[in-house]
């Protein structure tokens, strides 16, 4: 597929890695005064006067996170970055500063790179991030990238996932379910395309899933909107995996158990249809479909007046006492405990 | 071969990605002030005080930088560690926090990830390196890891690569070609082995050409030999690529040229001994071998006396203006071209 796009193909050979590495970051702008050297010397450097330095590092590797058939190469550059500045932003951080490592074997043409590097800069523009650094290899078989993004907080400012206490509000940030629906309708597309190539995929009722899966945004407006309504969270994380499991983390690390309402959960009308669609439970690709890429937040109850109504935010529940363990009421007043089904990548399928 | 020499053989699958990170985590232990929070959370945080925070990244991936038939995982995870410390150091600073993601393919057992991470842990507690983070996950083929390596120094002591003036001394720490070498020595056997699986490989005349290959010590005592000494460096580098590739990036950044000397090159006798047997360039292994994981610096020319005669360093020549280009002066006192002839890895074998 890749081959087809490219009308021109440099070899990566020819550039050679250092090369390569000029190539690609001669368009990216610094824009943080914290960054006193980014790429060019053995390690960047910052400065974080003041403040807390907070790390964070994901690597995506193609056939297991990501698959180039449906994710356009600019998309999955673009959505590497969110993926790392949402764990800075569930710090209650600002993101400052990216460093990316990518691998790719040679059927890729230097053309391939940069477009996943021109997803990589609109990413940096968008959210203010400054490219300080990696390393860029070839690898035996298809492409990978590792991204460590790099932000800063004043010290009781940060929030962690293990400060949640009974009667705490459970709140979550836009709608769940949607990324991992997107995700199901192109691989349908792409089993169609494989019977037959002719085939013009309809996808006009799927736009918002595919969006989220294709291209996630961070939250980044969620600390700046916390610091206006006077809110801070007592524990937060980001939705990667699916808010059973991101549950299952923070009533770990709290020493709690919690009870969240069915009837609570935020769905986009295209998930609900898109879920009849497909014949599959709404409410589990709510709790498990991962990829949505919101926050996940405990607030003292104290907080209600403040984040009610908002309509960033849905109120899903609230933290309970550890021995009432995680529980999910049902819309018929059932109540069943959650199982955190998290992705498992190392499953075989 | 993994397969082989594990009798028990725990699944990747069984554990999951959580399982796993709590396994392979729970020996390390946090020993600077400045980690603040480690595993466990969105991000880690650190605190650099009145420091600059130094950053840096590489990828190592199987097949293309290891090869696990004669890498014992063990060295593999200390390597990789060593890799990317040596970039810390190279900036005159103190590496003081990792991140460590590793993908692997459900070829490799829990067992093989406990090995990697023995040697991970083995580094981390020799050179006192805190464990902040990272992300596990599965490959579809082959291993990967990517670390970032995270120090600190004060503003004044940081050394960049581009500060080299004409007349500075260009000084190298160690000896090199070994490793380069080490490799060499491992592949004939590999070769060896696969002909005649029974023979038993004699490899005493190689022992520190292997070592420095397979268990490669990044140098940490050079910025505080430099302190005490009270020389400054007006540029660094560290030397993966070979001494050829580090030059042209300390001139280029510098804006300078540079003359080194054949005669004054560091090699150790085994290298010497082994070139002869591989009817090899003991000069050319030298300065385009790469991997040995020393310093190259440059200091000024008044330093002379601080640096002569100490068994750390060679002085191995002088930069010059940039018009010099860059020049090899040989033992028969003929000038020649310096390439970078540093390796690609884009280049097809």
New interface residues.
């Given amino acids: 597929m890749l081959e087809d796009k490219n009308q021109n193909r440099t ?3 020819e ?4 090369g ?1 590495i000029n190539h690609i970051t001669k368009y990216f702008t610094i824009s943080h005064s914290s960054t ?2 980014a790429v ?9 006067s003041t403040k ?8 995506l ?5 990501f698959d180039l058939s449906y994710m356009p190469l600019k998309h999955l550059g673009y959505k590497a970055v969110m993926v790392n500045l ?3 932003y ?2 209650n ?1 600002v993101a400052e ?1 990216i ?1 990316v ?3 790719v074997s ?1 059927r890729f043409p230097l053309e391939a790179v940069e477009e996943l590097y021109a997803g990589i800069q609109l990413a940096c523009e968008t959210y203010q991030i400054d490219l ?4 860029t ?6 492409m ?1 990238l ?1 991204i ?4 800063k907080a004043n ?1 009781e400012d ?1 929030v ?3 400060g949640a206490q009974p009667t705490d509000l459970i709140v979550v940030t836009g709608d769940l379910g949607a990324a991992y629906l997107g995700l199901q309708v192109l691989e349908r597309e792409k089993q169609v395309f494989k019977v037959n190539p002719q085939n013009q995929p309809d996808l006009d009722n799927y736009t918002y899933l595919i969006e989220r899966q294709l291209k996630p945004e961070a939250r980044k407006d969620i600390a700046e909107l916390l610091k206006e309504l006077d809110v801070k969270p007592t524990s ?3 939705v990667s995996d699916g808010i059973s499991s991101e549950l299952f983390h923070i009533c770990t ?1 709290s020493n709690v158990g919690c009870k969240i309402y069915e009837d609570k959960l935020p769905l986009d009308p295209q998930v609900i249809a898109t879920c009849e669609e497909f014949e599959i439970d709404s409410t589990m690709v709510a709790l498990s479909g991962g990829e949505d890429y919101e926050l996940l937040f405990t607030v003292p109850i104290s907080d209600y007046e403040k984040v009610k109504g908002n309509p960033n935010f849905s109120i899903i529940g609230h933290i309970t006492e550890k021995n009432q363990g995680l529980q999910l009421v049902t819309r018929s007043s059932k109540e069943i405990e959650l199982k ?1 089904q ?1 992705w ?5 399928n």
């Fill in positions: 070899s990566l050979a550039l050679g890695e250092f390569l006193v050297k060019g010397d053995d390690a960047a450097v910052l400065d974080a807390q330095t907070v790390i964070s590092t994901d690597l590797i193609e056939g297991v996170h949402s764990d800075i569930a710090m951080a500063q460093t490592s990518i691998a040679n300080i650094g990696g390393d290899t070839s690898s035996t078989k298809g990978l590792s460590t993004a790099i932000g010290k940060l962690f996932r293990n937060m994380i980001d690390q955190a998290g498992n990548s190392f499953k075989e």
